[in-house]
């Protein structure tokens, strides 16, 4: 409930620019933390997702359209 909130950078428009950087890397790493733990739960070994990984989607849907 809360990553989708805090992820989103439309939310972060009136905060200070140093703010929302730390709130992002935060997000990242209980994101990172979460989906670890997930998998060790099920007997996986994962590794975290790299920063910037929730774009790759928009990024590859404009190239697409070009």
């Known amino acids: 409930v809360f990553v989708p909130l805090l992820s989103n950078r439309g939310n ?3 905060w200070p620019p140093v703010v929302a950087q730390d709130v ?3 997000v990242h790493s209980l994101k990172s933390t979460v989906y670890q733990v997930k998998g060790q739960v099920s007997g ?3 590794l ?3 920063v910037g990984i ?3 989607h928009e990024a590859e849907s404009m190239l ?3």
């Open 24 to 26: 992002q890397k935060h």
């Open 54 to 56: 929730e774009r790759v």
């Open 12 to 14: 972060h428009k009136s």
């Open 44 to 46: 996986h070994t994962v």
């Open 64 to 66: 697409i359209k070009r």
């Open 48 to 50: 975290p997702m790299p």
